[in-house]
């Protein structure tokens, strides 16, 4: 069973920093590609982040990019995202979720196991 | 940047069928998966490629696709149906995007 849990969430300043993390359990991690989403407060899904199985290979949503750094540790099945110069509109659940390969008629990616969130709140 | 469009709010009766659109030009070349989110719960994938359903999740969801929008359909809802759904495709530049997501009601 594919297990990814969330970790690191918390209450900061405009300004500070988190280190989220993800452990990973149930599927062969240092395989698979990962991914960050986030929602904020009655919003939807935003896609943050991305990395790939090697960790060799990264991207990152516009909103983020220069202040969020993915990385992930495959010895240890786990995954983190580095935030900081946090913003009020940081604010959001952040989701990690592994990224699925298929094929049908041609390669594409989705969203296939999603943990249960943690809660960043940015506030003075 | 490319954007995933979404009818914010969609209602139907219970048994009857419904059909959750989802508009982008990133659709025309990448497939759409769909994701069901029910208050205080993590998304689910419920439909991904053409019309690949994930273990577990009922028949009556279905995909399609035709230009630059996608499809999700619920034949014959049930009150367990009632959830936001978002529909997400690659972009061309390689990121990701998700729709603004539709609140599904079952009457």
């Known amino acids: 069973e594919v297990q990814l849990l969330e970790s690191g969430g918390g209450l900061v300043q405009p300004g500070g920093s988190l280190r989220l993390s993800c452990a990973a359990s149930?599927?062969?991690?240092?395989?698979?590609?990962m991914t960050w989403v986030r929602q904020a407060p009655g919003k939807g899904l935003e896609w943050v982040s991305a990395i790939s199985g090697s960790g060799e290979s990264t991207s990152y949503a516009d909103s983020v990019k220069g202040r969020f750094t993915i990385s992930r540790d495959n010895s240890k099945h786990s995954l983190f995202l580095q935030v900081n110069s946090l913003r009020v509109e940081d604010t959001a659940v952040y989701y990690c979720?592994?990224?699925?390969?298929?094929?049908?008629?041609?390669?594409?990616?989705?969203?296939?196991?999603w943990g249960q969130g943690t809660l960043v709140t940015v506030s003075s | 940047s490319s954007e995933l469009t979404q009818d914010p709010a969609v209602s139907v009766a219970l048994g009857q069928t419904v059909r959750i659109t989802c508009q982008g030009d990133?659709?025309?070349?990448?497939?759409a998966s769909w994701y069901q989110q029910k208050p205080g719960q993590a998304p689910l994938l419920v439909i991904h490629g053409k019309t690949k359903r994930p273990s577990g999740i009922p028949d009556r969801f279905s995909g399609s696709s035709s230009g630059s929008t996608a499809s999700l359909t619920i034949t014959g809802a049930q009150a367990e149906d009632e959830a936001d759904y978002y529909c997400?495709?690659?972009?061309?530049?390689?990121?990701?995007?998700f729709g603004g997501g539709t609140k599904l009601t079952v009457l």
């Open positions: 979720v592994k990224l699925g390969f298929y094929y049908e008629g041609s390669g594409y990616w989705t969203f296939d196991y």
């Open positions: 149930g599927f062969t991690f240092q395989n698979s590609a």
């Open positions: 990133s659709l025309r070349s990448y497939f």
């Open positions: 997400n495709s690659r972009d061309s530049s390689g990121t990701f995007l």
